[in-house]
């Protein structure tokens, strides 16, 4: 493509069974993207889809989100004149394709994600989790911060018995 005619388009299909992009697993990744050869390198724009691992943020399971990544990048050519941040193409004249999806695969994770919008999470005194078994932890309805206020509290109410 970088020794293509200014303008010249080029249909992409990704399908892999899996992706292992550093410490990200994308199991399956599906899509397609377009490459247009424009004056400054390759522009890259399309939607891949895909299913990321993660955790539960209430019980710390683990859970399969399905996300979309949508593609829209500028790959600089030569990869000398990127901008700080940015993406180059290789003096190979390939595009890695693996650190954009990487990137963009995390930011698509919600800041908490939960397995089920029900989810008990974990019991806060033994660890077990609520929504595989009830524990047999005491509940106790005040914040552990004013327990010192109870305390007060319940040594005021016997000192006037």
């Known amino acids: 493509m970088l020794e293509a005619d200014l303008g ?5 299909e ?3 069974p899996r992706v292992t992009i550093d410490d990200v697993i994308l199991e399956p990744l599906k899509g397609s993207f377009q490459v247009i050869r424009g004056s400054e390198g390759l ?3 399309g939607e891949l889809l895909t299913i990321i691992e993660t955790e ?13 990544i949508k593609l829209d990048d500028l790959f600089y050519y030569p990869p000398d004149t990127a901008p700080p941040g940015d993406f180059g193409v290789g003096e190979d004249g390939f595009v890695d394709l693996n650190p954009l999806v990487r990137q963009l695969g995390l930011l698509e994770i919600p800041m908490k994600p939960f397995c089920r919008p029900d989810c008990k999470g974990l019991c806060a005194r033994c ?3 609520l929504n595989d078994e009830t524990c047999e ?10 327990e010192s206020l109870r305390r007060l509290l319940v040594s005021k ?3 006037e018995d």
């Open 127 to 129: 660890g077990e989790n």
């Open 56 to 68: 539960c943020a209430r019980c710390l399971e683990n859970i399969y989100l399905p996300i979309s």
């Open 137 to 146: 932890c005491e509940t106790d309805d005040i914040d552990p911060r004013l």
């Open 8 to 12: 010249t388009k080029r249909k992409m």
């Open 157 to 159: 109410t016997k000192v």
């Open 43 to 45: 522009y890259i724009s």
């Open 14 to 16: 990704l399908d892999y």
